[in-house]
């Protein structure tokens, strides 16, 4: 069982933790230019019809593998559906359309101010108290990727809606993430997960044939690079990175969830850089330096405050 928002808080958070920071930041970060790649050559929602749907099935059989239930009483399917909704379909949706646009590694940047919109989010739905030290790491995170997005300013003003289709997406994940750990439906981890996918795939399948008629020549035709896209987007981005995100999301506070994934853009504007040729200049290392340093202050345990004796 998940531990109550209250109670999560007052406990350091566990070292394994760790490893879920690294996987996310290594798998979305690189996913960034690799999705940018996969969209360029596939439409938008044709790429996703095409990989979100084997990546719930991958979840649900890990599921199956472990000993797990996949059955969802019904009286869950509710919260299920909206949260597939939030999370799976409306992000996916959103995030695909608008890297069309953008730079892969400025979409990241953008995608990737979810932590502002849990933490409000999660201020009225959870009431979490937000310590100082948390505070001020969501303070340093948000700034050193308004760093980044300083430079990319121009970039913004030529493709408004590009920039508002991602964070409404970021919008969209940060509202289920707040939901997600509201509700924490008793499903087994990669159950909840998995059927979230394919519940939220199902709109994504409906809508790529009819706003691209040709999705299954484009599909049959593609590249080595689009399969390669297509692949990493289904086994790694898709179904390690979801487990390690919605793990995170139902264990630990919103607040330290959320600034947790803060490494993804770092990560995501560097791989840009290698794969798609830019460079690295004295603003993305200031990033990331303020980022670890927003991720040690949420992660680290704070010391217990002592009671006033009575």
Not at 185 to 196: D, E, F, I, K, S
Not at 292 to 301: H, I, N, Q, Y
Request: net charge positive; aromatic share 8%.
């Amino acid at each position: 069982m998940s531990a109550s928002p209250g109670t999560a808080t007052q406990h350091a958070v566990p070292a394994s933790s760790l490893l879920l920071v690294a996987i996310l930041a290594v798998v979305w970060g690189c996913n960034w230019p690799i999705l940018k790649v996969g969209v360029t050559e596939l439409a938008p929602l044709t790429f996703r019809a095409a990989t979100l749907g084997f990546s719930g099935l991958g979840l649900l059989l890990a599921a199956r593998l472990s000993g797990s239930s996949l059955r969802v009483p019904r009286t869950l399917w509710p919260q299920v559906a909206t949260l597939a909704l939030l999370n799976i379909t409306g992000w996916n949706t959103l995030i695909v359309f608008g890297v069309q646009q953008l730079p892969a590694g400025r979409s990241a940047i953008l995608a990737f101010t979810l932590p502002i919109w849990s933490v409000l989010f999660s201020l009225s739905l959870l009431h979490e108290p937000l310590s100082g030290r948390k505070l001020a790491g969501l303070l340093v995170g948000m700034g050193g990727m308004l760093i980044l997005l300083g430079e990319d300013i121009a970039h913004v003003q030529r493709a408004p809606v590009g920039a508002l289709l991602i964070v409404g997406a970021a919008m969209c994940w940060g509202f289920g993430t707040v939901l997600l750990r509201r509700w924490t439906p008793a499903l087994p981890q990669n159950t909840l997960t998995g059927w979230m996918m394919l519940v939220g795939w199902i709109p994504i399948a409906i809508a790529a044939p009819l706003v691209d008629p040709q999705a299954a020549w484009s599909l049959a035709t593609m590249s080595n690079t689009a399969w390669f896209a297509v692949l990493y987007n289904i086994f790694l981005a898709g179904t390690l990175a979801h487990w390690a995100w919605f793990r995170m999301a139902r264990t630990l506070p919103v607040a330290v969830s959320s600034l947790s994934s803060l490494p993804v853009p770092v990560v995501g504007v560097l791989s840009g850089m290698l794969f798609l040729g830019e460079r690295p200049g004295a603003s993305e290392f200031l990033a990331l330096a303020m980022v670890l340093a927003s991720l040690a202050a949420v992660m680290l345990p704070e010391r217990p405050t002592r009671r006033a004796r009575g």
